[in-house]
């Protein structure tokens, strides 16, 4: 104590020995500042906040966005990461979810993108030997699995096989490959595809097979065998078949419905729509197909979403040759040579600006090929900082936005708390007598309330009653708010108490000064370094609570994000133990922004501490 008074008289004794006076601001903050965590802590906890507030206007995110094919991805780039020698001669690329095959023309297969999926423990990497040994004439990727054929004829498959999509041994709820596949001859052999989990090979004489999972295709076992067909594609429910007679076999009539036509068209049902027309090229994402048509139409059908019903504009003259379908968008080429995507775009996968003779669609990716076969540009989705959660959503831009309500949260919070605290702790403390006894039984009976539960209860109730979420986020401010404020009042109280004894407020009543006026004009404002520091810490306090309520299920619900209901997502043995960034980053935010707040608000009480 003596030795700070030296110092602080060394600093004060200008050169000429005038004393100069040094506001209690001024000291308070080099104090602060002096202490070099807890500028960290500031500078760590300012960045934060410009994070979480600014990053959601350059960060979009759809609240209701889901993606079953982008489940569970891990942090990386690598989702468009073409090999340098397949771009050098790509003869086919294709990919159904969230990695990709690639064939050169050499016969060489390469997969890239999120190969690994440790919960069905494969990875797509491990290319079967045969494939490794004779390489492969036709190649196709679906959810969780890849099939390819050999120059010998071999079908190969490698991944998932548990839902029969590939292999010739019977699985329940499955239509399994027919034996006759075991050995097929290359040449006969005009499509290879895969879906979700289900795979489909079609010959040149028309005869087509499709097998696995029939729970996900519901039509499958209808298209089965057929005969006559041309093309095969896949939706994520459903399989079409185009047959060399330009008719579809839909295996039901009621799969496909809200047409839209390149000529302005509209119809509800897709069957009528193409009664007496002939079809010539077709493509699938999720829930769409899009069709050629013999007279040069553009037909999308389906259930619209993310853009596949806002079809491209061509110039006069210029018709689409060729199709291909990603997860939510549509790429075509034109007889011209150019390029044209629409759809889902939030990835740039429709932003192509190169022409081209082949295109090739990845689930959020399109590659363009020149007539030399190489690759001329790739587009779309590279991969995720942070990687997905279980229902294919962005974990990184979920925390963005996620910490911008629970910053939020907490803020409205603590500012409810305050003014609550504030006006009971210092009409206490200074009014005293009964006014006094009244509000601290009061304030005894609030705290006396279990907090957690009783706010887990409350926000119960509110479920019951049809409220918006948004009315619903704002009453859990207020509940957070109104159960959190006894500690600082009682503190107020008790600074009111000390604070009224002396002199100047002796003085305020003596010249008439309305006691109110004494309390929150001229009292208030001296305790105001001690409300500040309080509030600082409650700001702790709310996030941990925010994060806790909704954590267990009874704070803010999904699709909004907060860093607590993001990890009441994760709060399962099996994504602890593999999919480790769910539940990492947003812990790892929640408790850098705890961290720092706290060691800001020790530091500032230390600084505002008159005795130190």
């Not at 036509?261 to 897709?270: A, D, I, P, Q, Y």
């Not at 007598?433 to 009783?454: K, N, Q, W």
């Amino acid at each position: 104590m003596l030795k700070r008074g030296f110092t602080w008289i060394k600093r004060a004794w200008g050169k000429r020995g005038d004393i100069t006076i040094e506001s209690p601001a001024k000291l308070t903050r080099e104090a602060f500042f002096r202490k070099k965590s807890a500028v960290v802590a500031l500078v760590t906890l300012l960045l934060l906040f410009a994070f979480v507030f600014i990053a959601p206007a350059f960060i979009p995110m759809d609240l209701y966005y889901t993606d079953p094919l982008q489940q569970n991805i891990a942090p990386g780039y690598s989702m468009r990461k073409v090999p340098k020698t397949l771009a050098e001669n790509v003869k086919t690329i294709d990919g159904f979810a969230d990695f990709t095959v690639g064939l050169s023309g050499e016969g060489e297969v390469f997969v890239w993108g999120n190969t690994e999926n440790k919960l069905l423990k494969t990875d797509m990497r491990k290319i079967p030997a045969a494939l490794k040994k004779e390489g492969a004439v036709f190649v196709a990727a679906g959810k969780d699995h890849a099939l390819a054929i050999t120059p010998v004829g071999e079908l190969v498959g490698w991944g998932d096989k548990s839902c029969g999509q590939y292999g010739f041994e019977p699985v329940l709820n499955a239509v399994a490959a027919p034996a006759e596949l075991r050995q097929v001859d290359p040449a006969s052999v005009r499509q290879l595809v895969c879906g979700y989990q289900t795979s489909a090979l079609v010959k040149t004489d028309g005869t087509a097979y499709l097998w696995g999972n029939k729970n996900t295709t519901n039509n499958l076992e209808a298209l089965a065998f057929l005969s006559g067909v041309k093309k095969v594609a896949f939706t994520n429910s459903a399989g079409v078949a185009l047959l060399e007679n330009g008719t579809l076999a839909l295996g039901k009539e009621d799969v496909f419905t809200s047409v839209i036509s390149s000529k302005g068209k509209t119809e509800s049902s897709l069957n009528a729509y193409l009664y007496g027309r002939n079809v010539t090229e077709i493509a699938a994402t999720n829930k769409c197909i899009a069709l050629l048509t013999s007279d040069n139409e553009l037909i999308v059908s389906g259930v619209f979403e993310n853009g596949e019903d806002h079809l491209p504009t061509l110039k006069t003259g210029e018709y689409f040759t060729s199709l291909e379908g990603g997860t939510r968008h549509f790429i075509g080429v034109t007889n011209k040579g150019n390029v044209y995507g629409w759809g889902h775009n939030a990835y740039k996968q429709c932003n192509v600006t190169q022409k081209g003779e082949r295109v090739f669609a990845g689930a959020l990716q399109s590659y363009v090929v020149d007539g030399n076969n190489k690759l001329v540009e790739s587009v779309g989705l590279q991969g995720y900082l942070m990687g997905t959660d279980g229902r294919g959503r962005d974990v990184f831009a979920r925390i963005v936005h996620g910490g911008k309500m629970t910053m939020t949260i907490g803020a409205v919070a603590v500012l409810v708390s305050s003014v609550i605290a504030i006006v009971v702790g210092s009409v206490a403390g200074y009014f005293g007598g009964a006014v006094d006894t009244l509000l601290m039984r009061v304030t005894e009976i609030f705290s006396s309330i279990p907090f957690l539960p009783f706010a887990m209860l409350l926000s119960q109730i509110i479920k019951n009653y049809a409220v918006s979420e948004t009315m619903r986020i704002f009453i859990i401010m207020l509940i957070l708010g109104a159960l959190s404020w006894t500690g600082l009042a009682r503190m107020i109280r008790g600074q009111v108490l000390a604070e009224r004894e002396k002199e100047f407020v002796t003085s305020a009543r003596a010249m008439g000064v309305k006691r109110i006026v004494i309390a929150f004009r001229h009292i208030l404002p001296n305790i105001v370094s001690v409300i500040l520091v309080s509030m600082t810490l409650d700001f702790a306090g709310c996030l941990l609570t925010e994060s806790s309520l909704s954590y267990l299920g009874f704070g803010v619900q999904q699709p909004y994000p907060t860093w607590g209901n993001m990890l009441h997502g994760a709060n399962n043995s099996t994504i602890i133990q593999n999919y480790w960034w769910q539940w990492l980053f947003p812990s790892l935010f929640l408790s850098v922004a705890v961290i720092c707040i706290n060691v800001v608000g020790d530091a500032l009480r230390d600084a505002l501490d008159p005795k130190k």
